[in-house]
């Protein structure tokens, strides 16, 4: 299967380039996994799509402002770090641009000295490691000095750092958001539970390797970088619950989806675990554990819209994406959602009226 085989047209001016003022007024267009079938809804009624038993996963991971700026200390020239995995105490693995200009031993001044770094080694694909240094505590420097680092087809400023996070956002340690979850408001979960539906918080910490483009023609030859997660005993008991109860497991978003999957054993249970995934979903894979995901509308060509393509079928997927380009539907990290259900062969899955 080649990469071209999951392109599509998708003008500019779709390109979402500011979120909603409310979270949950996203448009959501709904599609029947196993027939292609299109229905136009809202995010706020997401619960119409729900039932009782049914479980939704969370990625409860946050953002970090990753991205700073910083000047080089030989020659007063900028530099743009972007800190993408943290490998011991104060040493980062990070993406540098200009690369070429941060070579090993090249020291970078941040906030007039209030922290600097320098570089290590070069490791996989240009990255930098940096080992930084500073008085007082990390995270706090870093919430003072660095920006939130929004995907490239993002021009706009972000004028409130919190709305690149979900409101369920517990653990530091993503360079980018789980942008499905920037839906739901407390007010919306609050509705979710109370109808009878359980929600289980994952962590999976999103590397920049999941948007990273497919460079390869042959997608199987395309490697994906691992990220860390971990799955508590609370969020794989009301899973298994899930899946053994006759209930659906709905993933909200590709990371919380590619997170079980790599967990879960044979039969699609999953046991309190951590560690690191690399997995990479495209079509041909038979899904294990998840019966319905919630996502954004992905770039073309990309590792996001093969997983999707996956669980709904690539001809299905186009056709969708089609009719919400069609349909004016804005697309990627704060454009609209779209859900794709499933049905388990002993419930009716069809909206609740």
Same mark, same amino acid.
């Given at each position: 299967?080649?990469?071209?085989?999951?392109?599509?047209?998708?003008?500019?001016?779709?390109?979402?380039?500011?979120?909603?003022?409310? @979270? =949950?007024?996203?448009?959501?267009?709904?599609? +029947?996994?196993?027939?292609?079938?299109?229905?136009?809804?809202?995010?706020?009624?997401?619960?119409?799509?729900?039932?009782?038993? +049914?479980?939704?996963?969370?990625?409860?991971?946050?953002?970090? &402002?990753?991205?700073?700026?910083?000047?080089?200390? $030989?020659?007063?020239?900028?530099?743009?770090?972007?800190?993408?995995?943290?490998?011991?105490?104060?040493?980062?693995?990070?993406?540098?641009?200009?690369?070429?200009?941060?070579?090993? %031993?090249?020291?970078?001044?941040?906030?007039?000295?209030?922290? #600097?770094?320098?570089?290590?080694?070069?490791?996989?694909?240009?990255?930098?490691?940096?080992?930084? =240094?500073?008085?007082?505590?990390?995270?706090?420097?870093?919430?003072?000095? %660095?920006?939130?680092?929004?995907?490239?087809?993002?021009?706009? $400023?972000? /004028?409130? /750092?919190?709305?690149?996070?979900?409101?369920?956002?517990?653990?530091?340690?993503?360079?980018? *958001?789980?942008?499905?979850?920037?839906?739901?408001? &407390?007010?919306?979960?609050?509705?979710?539970?109370?109808?009878?539906?359980?929600?289980?918080?994952?962590?999976?910490?999103?590397?920049?390797?999941?948007?990273?483009?497919?460079? $390869?023609?042959?997608?199987?030859?395309?490697?994906?970088?691992?990220?860390?997660?971990?799955?508590?005993?609370?969020? *794989?008991?009301?899973?298994?619950?899930?899946?053994?109860?006759?209930?659906?497991?709905?993933?909200?978003?590709? #990371?919380?989806?590619?997170?079980?999957?790599?967990?879960?054993?044979?039969?699609?249970?999953?046991?309190?675990?951590? %560690?690191?995934? +690399?997995?990479?979903?495209?079509?041909?894979?038979?899904?294990?554990?998840?019966?319905?995901?919630?996502?954004?509308?992905?770039?073309?060509? =990309?590792?996001?819209?093969?997983?999707?393509?996956?669980?709904?079928?690539?001809?299905?997927?186009?056709?969708?994406?089609? $009719?919400?380009? @069609?349909?004016?539907? @804005?697309?990627?990290?704060?454009? +609209?959602?779209?859900?794709?259900?499933?049905?388990?062969?002993? @419930?009716?899955?069809?909206?609740?009226?």
């Amino acid at each position: 299967m080649k990469t071209s085989d999951f392109y599509f047209e998708l003008p500019k001016e779709q390109i979402a380039q500011d979120p909603l003022d409310d @979270r =949950s007024a996203s448009r959501m267009l709904v599609m +029947d996994r196993q027939t292609g079938d299109l229905e136009h809804s809202t995010f706020q009624h997401i619960t119409d799509y729900l039932k009782p038993g +049914d479980c939704l996963v969370l990625n409860n991971t946050k953002v970090i &402002p990753a991205r700073l700026i910083g000047i080089r200390e $030989e020659t007063g020239a900028s530099i743009e770090i972007l800190l993408l995995k943290r490998r011991e105490n104060d040493v980062w693995e990070t993406l540098v641009k200009p690369g070429k200009k941060a070579r090993p %031993g090249t020291r970078i001044i941040f906030g007039d000295g209030v922290l #600097t770094g320098e570089v290590m080694d070069v490791v996989e694909e240009g990255n930098r490691l940096i080992r930084f =240094s500073y008085d007082g505590i990390f995270e706090e420097i870093l919430d003072v000095l %660095g920006q939130m680092p929004l995907p490239p087809y993002i021009t706009h $400023e972000l /004028k409130d /750092k919190n709305r690149y996070q979900t409101v369920y956002a517990k653990y530091d340690g993503s360079a980018a *958001a789980p942008t499905a979850g920037l839906h739901f408001t &407390p007010e919306l979960l609050k509705s979710v539970r109370e109808m009878g539906v359980d929600i289980a918080e994952i962590t999976l910490h999103v590397g920049l390797g999941t948007f990273r483009p497919v460079k $390869e023609e042959n997608i199987t030859d395309h490697h994906m970088h691992a990220e860390s997660y971990q799955i508590d005993e609370d969020a *794989a008991n009301k899973i298994n619950r899930a899946h053994d109860g006759g209930g659906r497991v709905v993933c909200i978003g590709t #990371t919380s989806c590619r997170t079980i999957e790599a967990a879960a054993d044979e039969n699609g249970h999953l046991a309190p675990c951590s %560690g690191w995934t +690399d997995i990479f979903i495209y079509p041909g894979y038979q899904f294990r554990v998840m019966d319905c995901l919630v996502t954004n509308f992905h770039l073309p060509e =990309s590792t996001l819209i093969m997983l999707v393509s996956a669980f709904a079928g690539r001809e299905h997927v186009l056709a969708a994406y089609d $009719e919400a380009v @069609r349909e004016g539907y @804005r697309f990627f990290s704060f454009g +609209d959602a779209m859900m794709i259900t499933d049905c388990r062969s002993d @419930r009716d899955c069809s909206p609740v009226q």
